[in-house]
């Protein structure tokens, strides 16, 4: 029986800048944490000011704690040459919600095809060893409805289960939203759903 995943790895702070160079060009590599598009944008567009004078800014990432969106981008080096080789060492290290970029500085000797793959693979790959890289799990939030008579009921469930409450609110109607791994969410869900005057709802996270 296949047990469904509910881990992810990430890094936890932007990574140290890293440099490598192969025949006087030079490959800077970065890696950051990111939640979405807008702040890849932001991080890509800083680098190019910073980097003003360099050639290409190329770059890969991974976005959605079950790895469903990526890009890769050349920049204007070869086909594959560039982002694909980034994106391979994301894969590699088993990491989302991560930017990687590489930035050249050209330096007057062609690599070819097959020495820009290796050198762009090499400097995303010392990019993410210069990270912090941290496993989380894939948590489902829900939210839990019941009136203060329930209190006990739903707080021995709770304790039992070893639940993690993240919001509450506390009168007449009471309100909880707690946070369960996503392994467990269905068996929680049907816990609560089967209790008396307790009403759960799960909530859709993007």
């Known amino acids: 029986m296949k047990t469904e995943k509910d881990t992810f790895k990430t890094i936890t702070k932007p990574s140290e800048e890293t440099l490598f160079k192969d025949r006087s060009s030079k490959f800077y590599g970065y890696a950051f944490p990111v939640n979405n598009e807008e702040e890849i944008k932001e991080h890509i567009e800083q680098l190019k000011k910073q980097h003003y004078n360099a050639r290409h800014w190329c770059y890969a990432w991974q976005l959605g704690k079950e790895y469903e969106k990526f890009r890769a981008n050349d ?5 594959n040459s560039a982002g694909m080789p980034i994106y391979g060492q994301l894969q590699s ?3 989302t919600n991560v930017l990687v970029v590489v930035v050249r500085y050209f330096g007057g000797t062609k690599l070819g095809v097959g020495g820009l793959i290796q050198a762009y693979k090499t400097s995303a790959k010392l990019a993410l060893e210069a990270s912090n890289i941290i496993e989380k799990t894939i948590d489902v939030d829900f939210i839990l409805k019941f009136e203060y008579p329930e209190m006990n009921t739903v707080m021995r469930i709770i304790k ?3 639940l993690n409450i993240t919001n509450q609110k506390m009168e007449l109607d009471c309100e909880y939203v707690i946070s369960v791994r996503k392994k467990e969410a269905e068996k929680i869900f049907q816990i609560f759903n089967t209790t008396y005057k ?4 799960r909530i859709e996270n993007e």
Do not use: C, H, R
């Open 75 to 79: 920049d204007g080096e070869p086909s």
């Open 93 to 95: 290290f088993g990491v």
């Open 160 to 162: 039992d289960q070893n």
């Open 198 to 201: 307790v009403s759960i709802t």
